[in-house]
């Protein structure tokens, strides 16, 4: 085999194993987040797509502004604590009225750690995300 074939495989192989892992990473720093609220997540409900975070939660439909809040402060957390660049954080709320209805918020990742790090509140946040 050529050599330079060999290099590409074993460092294709490589990354794969330490850019794989990003993704269980998060979901154990999120996870860790939400179990302090008394909130448990599985694995299925945290992906890392093209650098968007998405993150989704199930709840009632009187408190989904606070799992808005929560969603966004747990993901802000873990990225603090992570050398990925991420873009684009994405939390999905699942909630039930007349059958089972979801909300899509986005927020870029700047203002997702400004909120988890204080320096900006919830209304000011969600202000700014126009929600």
Not at 19 to 40: A, M, N, P, V
Not at 42 to 59: C, H
Not at 75 to 102: L, T
Request: aromatic fraction near 10%; avoid cysteine.
């Amino acid at each position: 085999m050529n050599i330079r074939f060999r290099f590409a495989v074993i460092l294709f192989i490589l990354l794969s194993a330490i850019f794989g892992r990003t993704g269980d990473l998060i979901f154990h720093s999120i996870e860790s987040q939400l179990s302090k609220y008394r909130y448990s997540i599985n694995k299925r409900d945290i992906s890392v797509i093209n650098g968007i975070i998405r993150l989704e939660i199930t709840a009632r439909r009187t408190n989904i502004k606070s799992q808005q809040l929560l969603g966004f402060l747990s993901v802000g957390r873990a990225m603090q604590s992570s050398s990925n660049p991420f873009r684009e954080v994405h939390i999905i709320i699942h909630y039930e009225i007349r059958g089972v209805q979801e909300i899509l918020i986005t927020a870029p990742v700047e203002l997702v750690i400004q909120l988890s790090q204080g320096k900006l509140s919830p209304k000011q946040f969600f202000d700014k995300i126009g929600n």
